[in-house]
């Protein structure tokens, strides 16, 4: 993961970085062969993994990876990540950056100091 901060036209400081999904879960598909099934049977009647939290799911033109660019208060993804966004000038990630979309704001659990 490569990672930059620039200073755009405006005086705004970002940091920027590429992301790369990793691939879908290893056991997703099914590995094993049908020997393998019948003899391993009984390992197969409980599910064993244990799955916590929500996984989230990643729309088409995200799955290749972003470009992130982050300010306080502002998050932007470009997608697809252009190959010189890590060594090119500064006015030119600036054009990614305006190019890039708004991504939601994320929701987080307020800690104790917030609620007070």
Request: proline share 6%.
């Amino acid at each position: 993961m490569a990672y930059r901060v620039f200073t755009d036209s405006r005086g705004t400081e970002w940091q920027t970085w590429d992301v790369v999904p990793r691939f879908e879960e290893r056991r997703l598909a099914e590995r094993r062969t049908v020997a393998r099934q019948l003899a391993h049977t009984d390992k197969r009647s409980n599910e064993r993994r244990v799955l916590s939290g929500q996984r989230s799911v990643l729309s088409s033109g995200l799955r290749s990876g972003w470009l992130c660019f982050e300010a306080p208060g502002e998050k932007r993804r470009l997608t697809p990540i252009p190959g010189d966004w890590h060594r090119c000038r500064v006015d030119q990630l600036e054009e990614y950056c305006a190019s890039a979309t708004p991504a939601r704001p994320t929701i987080r659990a307020l800690s104790p100091i917030d609620v007070n």
